[in-house]
């Protein structure tokens, strides 16, 4: 029983020990772990600028079709504004003309009121008022000028009427007339309308849709920083790796040895490195802190826009490639363990030449010069190998140093 127990007490003990181990001291990752994360960041980050790419090639259909939609309501709104306009005055002359109307009815109310106004006068006065009126006339021709009188007053009087109830015929002719062609224009109006109104309808989807894409955009777009933030601290991560490796694999002397020579007719510096651009018009655009934070020494050589891209990289010095690879800020770059805990750097290339592991010899070409990564100005369509340039860098246990007393 005893037995037994202790067995069963060694085991728990043992189960605990690994998982407190495994907790507290997980597996280290080594470089190939953090590189295949950092490919893994990069190919997410492919695919969601790809993705970026295509909704933003929608958005300039939808916005194209959105342009051309408020352009033709935009003509819709102009025709329907200028169809009111023509009812408007329609309608103007429609009121003039009812007020017309109204006026000679008032007018031809009034005669017949002065009609009926004589007329009961004559009856008032009796059937033989006019008669005896003529007939006591002092002569013959006093009698024919009130006759005649009385003639005209009658004729004057029905020719008014008549006048007056013409022109309100014609008036009302003119008015269904204008009534008529108001409700022509009214009619093309709301043609105007019903045509605008679809292509608002229209506009209003196509809206709509951008709103999502603009949505979906902003999805990826907070995923693409998540990524960046990630990719990040994963070259972060690989930057405290390579030093932590070249401070705690060698902790050399940090000298290569040897003196001022020319090997392989490469002139060789008293710390047995050659230049790494092995060209008569190299010059230094950028040395040791050239500006804020710059740890190393920029190549290029003098020529047209462009000039350095392409040109031989060569290894500074006997040694072992530690990584070929690329980085978000050094671009296509190889790093070389020449020992002694002397290490240098080559950034910025077009085309890495050697791999991980690989053995090289000073004055092997191991990349071309390029414009990768973080460079200034960048490329452009117009200008594709803008900002080309070597990025030269000297590590010594672990701390990148001046190259420039480590070259000729």
């Known amino acids: ?3 037994l127990w202790m067995k069963r007490t060694v085991g728990i003990l043992a189960v605990l ?3 407190v181990t495994g907790c507290l001291f997980p597996a280290a990752r080594d470089r190939d772990d953090i590189q295949a994360d950092i490919d893994e960041n990069q190919a997410a980050a492919s695919a969601l600028e790809s993705d970026l790419d295509d909704l933003q090639a929608e958005m300039d259909v939808i916005n194209s079709r959105v342009s051309d939609l408020n352009t033709q309501i935009a003509e819709y709104n102009e025709a329907i504004a200028q169809y009111q306009s023509e ?10 003309a009812e007020t017309r109307q109204t006026e ?4 031809i109310s009034d005669t017949y009121e002065l009609l009926g106004d004589r007329l009961y006068a004559t009856y008032v006065a009796g059937s033989t008022s006019t008669l005896e009126l003529l007939l006591s006339a002092e002569d013959f021709g006093t009698f024919l000028t009130r006759l005649e009188l009385v003639r005209r007053i009658s004729e004057y009087d029905t020719n008014l009427v008549s006048g007056l109830q013409s022109d309100i015929n014609e008036l009302e002719t003119t008015k269904a007339q204008l009534d008529a062609d108001k409700a022509s224009v009214e009619a093309k109006q709301a043609s105007e309308k019903a045509a605008r109104d679809s292509l608002a309808a ?3 989807e196509q809206l709509q849709a951008r709103s999502l894409q603009v949505s979906k955009q902003n999805e990826i777009e907070e995923k693409l920083s998540q990524n960046q933030d990630q990719l990040e601290e994963l070259n972060a991560e690989m930057d405290r790796y390579d030093k932590q490796m070249a401070s705690g694999m060698e902790n050399g002397s940090g000298s290569l040895g040897g003196g001022s020579s020319n090997s392989g007719n490469y002139v060789v510096s008293s710390k047995g490195m050659i230049c790494p651009l092995q060209y008569s018009n190299v010059y230094i655009s950028a040395g040791w802190y050239g500006y804020a934070n710059h740890k190393g020494i920029d190549f290029c050589t003098r020529g047209a826009t462009g000039n350095t891209y392409g040109k031989e990289i060569r ?12 980085h978000y800020s050094w671009g296509n770059n190889v790093y070389i363990n020449h020992g002694n805990g002397v290490y240098t ?12 592991g690989q053995q090289v010899k000073q004055g092997d070409v191991i990349a071309y010069v390029g414009n990768t990564g973080n460079v200034s100005p960048r490329p452009t369509a117009s200008n594709p190998h803008a900002g080309a340039h070597l ?9 990148r140093v001046n190259p420039a007393p480590w070259l000729p």
């Open 1 to 3: 029983m005893n037995r």
């Open 391 to 399: 990025h030269f860098e000297v590590w010594v246990n672990g701390e």
């Open 104 to 107: 000679l009815e008032s007018q």
């Open 202 to 204: 229209d506009r209003a």
């Open 345 to 356: 750097r080559y950034a910025h290339c077009s085309q890495l030449l050697v791999s991980k």
């Open 17 to 19: 020990t690994l998982l």
């Open 315 to 326: 290894a500074a010095a006997d040694g072992t490639v530690y990584s070929a690879e690329y």
């Open 87 to 96: 009812i408007n005055t329609l309608q103007k002359q429609i009121n003039d």
